[in-house]
């Protein structure tokens, strides 16, 4: 019988839908209320549906996933593996604008191709438990949880977050004087009178100061093309990673999260949870903790002169303060000029007439380049002299304030004291506009060595710091300035404020309305879910407002308990009376709010009255592994931990960390097929002629080209226009593409369909073909002539099990275990060793030992059920089609999902007897199976009475016979 894995991959996936084989038990299947199996929680990162589908790099997490998942599943542990879809984004709402089709219909289309594929290749996934990121059941919940941190504050002290009646509690007993919070920088200090004696507005404008969900006006990345913000992840060498449209700097009035509220605990969770050190790394690098110091700088009102020496006019205060935040405050005496960020807000306040248009322009072509090209960009030296100055806190010196792009507003305070003879930018900075450079440090010369050398020894203006050492400076120095109230100690983090508002329509609508004050106001939780309205076009509209604002109806109207969205006109001609609504917001949420919460509502995700039950909060607690991408290290996966956080805080969630354990698999990549062009020209030359000409490199899709990198020439011209009238010089009569292997891209068209694959070779064989690839964390090339090993492994796996007449099915069913011990030592040191490999993740080597031991096997012509039935389920979590289908024919009703996991016993491998070399002179002539509890007697004597002995001796008498038990016997004479 032939190895159909068409016929029995189609059987079992049907069975597997048609009986809901992997539907994970429910809390209320057990009357206790509590499932009495022991909780297991395997997720995969949900994917966004894009309309390309999946390529075979896609499913390797998955895989992985599922293997591991099947596995706690034989250990006899109630598994959740769920998935779902993160399904609004802009990809659909740009294919939308250029069609006209609704996001809405796009991504249904997406999501039903990505369950065929992830269907097809037999995933062990509760389907029941599909979420989807834009459905309103779903999203209902992200915008209640939206309200919940619009209603909260953190409070240092307790180091949590809290609902804002406690906060207002405080405010109306003693005023804000005493309130430890995380907050705006500029709130103003008030009396519980004057709080009381606030208007309303006055006093939501205070509390949206100390909310965890905040408006104010951000720095953002705006893509003009694209009408909408982009996040720093989202833009790729200064253009939009969609579309490569131009981005520039923006100040807009957005929604932010107060995850910097978070930053420290951010970081101290890392050491509670089992994730990539690379990956904490990159946490640890984009929270940024430092200590310092925090310093204000007096500015100068404009009359102060250029010439720092000539004080003929005095040094008046203008009543501003520039304040900086540095780790080496003991170098301030090296300070001879200020640097702001283009967009820091006092620019525009502090530039002289004299120097505005220089400014206004530096500011105009800095606004082009993104924050992650300046901080990149350690070699343009740019800037502008704002032609005010500010005072030195001790010195009293004017010192010039410049702007330069290598300041960034997002970081600090966007101002930076200026060291030239500390700091290299500083320097070349300084170098280049010929700005003074004062050494502050003794005995070396101002070079690129001495820069940042924590062990100079300072000399400088001052009483207080001259001779100290680094540490001792740095804590006079910060003494020093607090005592004349000019700085104070202080722990910086690099961590900003998430912007949360996009300027999109496929997105989650905030749950926010603005009333007459224009203050922001949350919908009622029974008003929830807030619909994505219909709009005619999914542009920003003629005046410039995100695509919302072409719903015709887009205004909250509120009578008693019924709420209704009506349209302005309505709005405005409506009664007063009891109207409570307004304008609603206009933006959307971005792609990570929908992601930053999923895991969770997986535990209970059809629940319509809370966003998840306490009972199975309590029993799934938390994701026990995660497997996904490194590349969301500093997006989704640290705002679900700032989510989670807070959640945890509020008794919302019972853990503060969501992912106990975290596996990065690393990337499949693809061999890209290379043309040549002849620059200029539309002539392509083969890979061995292209040194002859000058030219350029083109890719083209790897499915024209054979396995010996010959091309199709009549496929190629056929595939674009831009082929179709192409000339093409040959070698030896072929055209042979170039080969590069790259990150796997339909940008690249190296993208292999697993599609093809199942096609060809079937499901199980793409599944271990990807395993046996390598390393799971590790990036591997993909090379599909390499699964032709894999398959034919299947094909021996199937024959162990058919070798009755004519390749029937068949096993023997015998209990004794006599002459069974090479296969079941074979057996055994197979559950061990795949047990191990499972549980250490090292998918790769349990390939390798399944091709062992099928080979072992069958050389021992082994039939036993006792052998090859606990086989097949060591087999079922990596090729789990036809782990099934010969699971039946050994005679079983159920699922052998349901089987528990083969038992190692060490007795099988433990060794009775020894193979002993039998050498004469030295020389090793034949084997003697010998047991290993004879004694060295015994074993002299067993091989001396041994025909083959006897033969080599030929009647000579040995002089000696040496015996190392255990080990060897050699006769010598």
Same mark, same amino acid.
């Given at each position: 019988?032939?190895?159909?894995?068409?016929?029995?991959?189609?059987?079992?996936?049907?069975?597997?839908?048609?009986?809901?084989?992997?539907?994970?038990?429910?809390?209320?299947?057990?009357?206790?209320?509590?499932?009495?199996?022991?909780?297991?929680?395997?997720?995969?990162?949900?994917?966004?549906?894009?309309?390309?589908?999946?390529?075979?790099?896609?499913?390797?997490?998955?895989?992985?996933?599922?293997?591991?998942?099947?596995?706690?599943?034989?250990?006899?542990?109630?598994?959740?593996?769920?998935?779902?879809?993160?399904?609004?984004?802009?990809?659909?709402?740009?294919?939308?604008?250029?069609?006209?089709?609704?996001?809405?219909?796009?991504?249904?289309?997406? $999501?039903?191709? /990505?369950?065929?594929? &992830?269907?097809?290749?037999?995933?062990?996934? *509760? @389907?029941?438990?599909?979420?989807?990121? =834009?459905?309103?059941?779903?999203?209902?919940?992200?915008?209640?949880?939206?309200?919940?941190?619009?209603?909260?504050?953190?409070?240092?002290?307790?180091?949590?977050?809290?609902?804002?009646?406690?906060?207002?509690?405080?405010?109306?007993?003693?005023?804000?004087?005493?309130?430890?919070?995380?907050?705006?920088?500029?709130?103003?200090?008030?009396?519980?009178?004057?709080?009381?004696?606030?208007?309303?507005?006055?006093?939501?404008?205070?509390?949206?100061?100390?909310?965890?969900?905040?408006?104010?006006?951000?720095?953002?990345?705006?893509?003009?093309?694209?009408?909408?913000?982009?996040?720093?992840?989202?833009?790729?060498?200064?253009?939009?990673?969609?579309?490569?449209?131009?981005?520039?700097?923006?100040?807009?009035?957005?929604?932010?999260?107060? $995850?910097?509220? /978070?930053?420290?605990? &951010?970081?101290?969770?890392?050491?509670?949870? *089992? @994730?990539?050190?690379?990956?904490?790394? =990159?946490?640890?690098?984009?929270?940024?903790?430092?200590?310092?110091?925090?310093?204000?700088?007096?500015?100068?009102?404009?009359?102060?002169?250029?010439?720092?020496?000539?004080?003929?006019?005095?040094?008046?205060?203008?009543?501003?303060?520039?304040?900086?935040?540095?780790?080496?405050?003991?170098?301030?005496?090296?300070?001879?000029?200020?640097?702001?960020?283009?967009?820091?807000?006092?620019?525009?306040?502090?530039?002289?007439?004299?120097?505005?248009?220089?400014?206004?322009?530096?500011?105009?072509?800095?606004?082009?380049?993104?924050?992650?090209?300046?901080?990149?960009?350690?070699?343009?030296?740019?800037?502008?002299?704002?032609?005010?100055?500010?005072?030195?806190?001790?010195?009293?010196?004017?010192?010039?304030?410049?702007?330069?792009?290598?300041?960034?507003?997002?970081?600090?305070?966007?101002?930076?004291?200026?060291?030239?003879?500390?700091?290299?930018?500083?320097?070349?900075?300084?170098?280049?506009?010929?700005?003074?450079?004062?050494?502050?440090?003794?005995?070396?010369?101002?070079?690129?060595?001495?820069?940042?050398?924590?062990?100079?020894?300072?000399?400088?203006?001052?009483?207080?710091?001259?001779?100290?050492?680094?540490?001792?400076?740095?804590?006079?120095?910060?003494?020093?300035?607090?005592?004349?109230?000019?700085?104070?100690?202080?722990?910086?983090?690099?961590?900003?404020?998430?912007?949360?508002?996009?300027?999109?329509?496929?997105?989650?609508?905030?749950?926010?309305?603005?009333?007459?004050?224009?203050?922001?106001?949350?919908?009622?939780?029974?008003?929830?879910?807030?619909?994505?309205?219909?709009?005619?076009?999914?542009?920003?509209?003629?005046?410039?407002?995100?695509?919302?604002?072409?719903?015709?109806?887009?205004?909250?109207?509120?009578?008693?308990?019924?709420?209704?969205?009506?349209?302005?006109?309505?709005?405005?001609?409506?009664?007063?009376?009891?109207?409570?609504?307004?304008?609603?917001?206009?933006?959307?949420?971005?792609?990570?709010?929908?992601?930053?919460?999923?895991?969770?509502?997986?535990?209970?995700?059809?629940?319509?009255?809370?966003?998840?039950?306490?009972?199975?909060?309590?029993?799934?607690?938390?994701?026990?592994?995660?497997?996904?991408?490194?590349?969301?290290?500093?997006?989704?996966?640290?705002?679900?931990?700032?989510?989670?956080?807070?959640?945890?805080?509020?008794?919302?969630?019972?853990?503060?960390?969501?992912?106990?354990?975290?596996?990065?698999?690393?990337?499949?990549?693809?061999?890209?097929?290379?043309?040549?062009?002849?620059?200029?020209?539309?002539?392509?030359?083969?890979?061995?002629?292209?040194?002859?000409?000058?030219?350029?490199?083109?890719?083209?899709?790897?499915?024209?080209?054979?396995?010996?990198?010959?091309?199709?020439?009549?496929?190629?011209?056929?595939?674009?226009?831009?082929?179709?009238?192409?000339?093409?010089?040959?070698?030896?009569?072929?055209?042979?593409?170039?080969?590069?292997?790259?990150?796997?891209?339909?940008?690249?068209?190296?993208?292999?369909?697993?599609?093809?694959?199942?096609?060809?070779?079937?499901?199980?064989?793409?599944?271990?073909?990807?395993?046996?690839?390598?390393?799971?964390?590790?990036?591997?090339?993909?090379?599909?002539?390499?699964?032709?090993?894999?398959?034919?492994?299947?094909?021996?796996?199937?024959?162990?099990?058919?070798?009755?007449?004519?390749?029937?099915?068949?096993?023997?069913?015998?209990?004794?275990?006599?002459?069974?011990?090479?296969?079941?030592?074979?057996?055994?040191?197979?559950?061990?060793?795949?047990?191990?490999?499972?549980?250490?993740?090292?998918?790769?080597?349990?390939?390798?030992?399944?091709?062992?031991?099928?080979?072992?096997?069958?050389?021992?012509?082994?039939?036993?059920?006792?052998?090859?039935?606990?086989?097949?389920?060591?087999?079922?979590?990596?090729?789990?089609?036809?782990?099934?289908?010969?699971?039946?024919?050994?005679?079983?009703?159920?699922?052998?999902?349901?089987?528990?996991?083969?038992?190692?016993?060490?007795?099988?491998?433990?060794?009775?007897?020894?193979?002993?070399?039998?050498?004469?002179?030295?020389?090793?002539?034949?084997?003697?199976?010998?047991?290993?509890?004879?004694?060295?007697?015994?074993?002299?004597?067993?091989?001396?009475?041994?025909?083959?002995?006897?033969?080599?001796?030929?009647?000579?008498?040995?002089?000696?016979?040496?015996?190392?038990?255990?080990?060897?016997?050699?006769?010598?004479?």
């Amino acid at each position: 019988m032939n190895y159909d894995f068409k016929q029995i991959e189609k059987k079992w996936q049907a069975h597997w839908a048609k009986y809901q084989t992997f539907k994970t038990d429910s809390l209320e299947s057990s009357q206790s209320g509590a499932v009495s199996k022991q909780k297991y929680y395997v997720l995969s990162m949900f994917p966004y549906p894009s309309g390309a589908g999946l390529h075979v790099g896609h499913p390797l997490g998955y895989i992985a996933g599922d293997i591991y998942a099947r596995y706690k599943r034989h250990k006899g542990f109630n598994v959740l593996h769920p998935m779902g879809y993160d399904s609004f984004g802009l990809p659909a709402e740009q294919y939308a604008i250029q069609t006209g089709q609704h996001p809405a219909i796009t991504t249904e289309t997406n $999501i039903k191709r /990505y369950r065929e594929q &992830l269907d097809r290749l037999g995933f062990s996934f *509760d @389907w029941s438990r599909e979420v989807r990121t =834009s459905n309103p059941d779903y999203y209902k919940w992200t915008q209640w949880i939206f309200i919940q941190l619009f209603n909260s504050w953190y409070n240092k002290d307790a180091n949590k977050a809290q609902g804002m009646d406690s906060l207002i509690a405080i405010f109306e007993k003693e005023g804000n004087k005493n309130v430890n919070a995380a907050c705006d920088d500029d709130v103003v200090i008030f009396s519980a009178e004057e709080w009381k004696g606030y208007p309303q507005k006055e006093k939501e404008e205070v509390l949206l100061k100390y909310r965890l969900t905040y408006l104010a006006d951000a720095e953002v990345n705006w893509c003009p093309a694209l009408g909408t913000v982009l996040a720093n992840d989202e833009i790729v060498n200064g253009v939009s990673e969609r579309g490569g449209h131009p981005v520039i700097r923006k100040k807009m009035t957005q929604w932010m999260m107060r $995850i910097t509220a /978070y930053a420290q605990r &951010l970081l101290d969770g890392l050491d509670t949870i *089992d @994730w990539p050190q690379p990956l904490k790394d =990159s946490q640890t690098n984009w929270i940024g903790r430092s200590e310092g110091a925090s310093v204000k700088f007096k500015v100068l009102s404009p009359n102060v002169q250029a010439d720092h020496k000539d004080h003929s006019h005095g040094t008046q205060k203008s009543g501003s303060f520039i304040e900086v935040f540095t780790t080496r405050p003991d170098t301030i005496f090296g300070v001879s000029f200020m640097t702001l960020a283009p967009e820091h807000e006092l620019v525009a306040k502090i530039t002289t007439p004299e120097q505005k248009a220089e400014v206004e322009a530096y500011i105009q072509a800095t606004a082009k380049r993104s924050e992650r090209d300046r901080m990149a960009d350690v070699k343009t030296i740019s800037g502008a002299f704002t032609g005010a100055y500010a005072e030195h806190p001790f010195t009293k010196e004017p010192i010039p304030i410049w702007i330069g792009d290598y300041v960034l507003a997002g970081y600090g305070t966007g101002a930076v004291m200026s060291v030239p003879c500390g700091d290299q930018r500083d320097y070349d900075f300084a170098k280049h506009f010929n700005i003074p450079i004062p050494n502050i440090f003794k005995g070396v010369d101002i070079t690129a060595e001495a820069f940042a050398d924590k062990d100079k020894t300072i000399i400088a203006n001052s009483d207080f710091l001259n001779g100290l050492s680094y540490k001792k400076a740095v804590k006079r120095a910060i003494f020093e300035l607090e005592k004349i109230g000019q700085g104070k100690g202080k722990v910086n983090y690099r961590l900003r404020d998430a912007v949360f508002s996009r300027q999109r329509y496929w997105g989650e609508p905030f749950p926010v309305y603005y009333d007459v004050h224009g203050m922001p106001k949350m919908l009622d939780q029974k008003h929830l879910p807030l619909e994505l309205p219909e709009v005619d076009k999914y542009l920003p509209t003629e005046t410039g407002e995100p695509p919302l604002g072409n719903a015709k109806a887009w205004h909250w109207l509120q009578y008693g308990d019924e709420g209704n969205i009506v349209s302005e006109a309505e709005f405005a001609n409506s009664s007063p009376e009891g109207r409570l609504g307004g304008p609603l917001e206009l933006n959307t949420m971005p792609g990570w709010a929908g992601s930053s919460q999923y895991f969770n509502r997986y535990m209970d995700p059809h629940n319509k009255e809370v966003i998840y039950a306490k009972e199975a909060v309590d029993y799934w607690q938390d994701v026990d592994l995660y497997i996904g991408g490194s590349e969301h290290a500093t997006g989704h996966l640290l705002y679900s931990r700032f989510w989670q956080k807070f959640l945890f805080d509020r008794g919302i969630a019972p853990k503060d960390e969501f992912a106990k354990k975290l596996i990065n698999q690393g990337m499949i990549t693809g061999t890209s097929a290379l043309v040549y062009r002849v620059s200029g020209t539309n002539t392509y030359v083969s890979f061995g002629l292209k040194n002859d000409y000058e030219v350029e490199e083109l890719r083209i899709d790897v499915n024209l080209v054979n396995a010996s990198d010959e091309v199709d020439i009549t496929e190629l011209k056929q595939w674009q226009p831009d082929y179709k009238e192409a000339e093409f010089i040959l070698e030896d009569g072929k055209y042979i593409v170039g080969r590069e292997v790259e990150k796997m891209s339909k940008r690249w068209f190296n993208v292999v369909n697993p599609d093809a694959i199942c096609e060809e070779y079937g499901a199980d064989s793409l599944r271990l073909y990807e395993m046996f690839l390598g390393p799971l964390e590790q990036s591997k090339p993909w090379n599909t002539a390499g699964i032709t090993g894999v398959h034919s492994f299947l094909r021996k796996l199937w024959r162990l099990y058919h070798t009755g007449e004519n390749g029937t099915f068949y096993v023997s069913d015998s209990p004794s275990s006599e002459g069974l011990g090479g296969s079941l030592k074979t057996l055994h040191k197979t559950i061990k060793k795949v047990e191990d490999d499972i549980e250490n993740f090292s998918f790769n080597t349990s390939v390798s030992t399944f091709m062992i031991c099928v080979n072992e096997l069958t050389s021992q012509k082994c039939t036993s059920r006792s052998i090859l039935e606990p086989l097949v389920i060591l087999i079922s979590p990596y090729a789990p089609h036809i782990a099934e289908e010969l699971w039946e024919k050994l005679g079983h009703g159920t699922s052998i999902s349901d089987a528990p996991f083969p038992k190692f016993e060490e007795k099988y491998l433990v060794e009775s007897s020894k193979e002993y070399p039998i050498s004469f002179n030295g020389k090793m002539r034949f084997t003697m199976e010998l047991p290993l509890d004879m004694s060295r007697e015994q074993i002299e004597d067993a091989v001396m009475a041994n025909e083959k002995t006897q033969a080599q001796l030929a009647g000579r008498t040995p002089k000696k016979v040496i015996v190392v038990p255990g080990k060897i016997v050699n006769i010598v004479g």
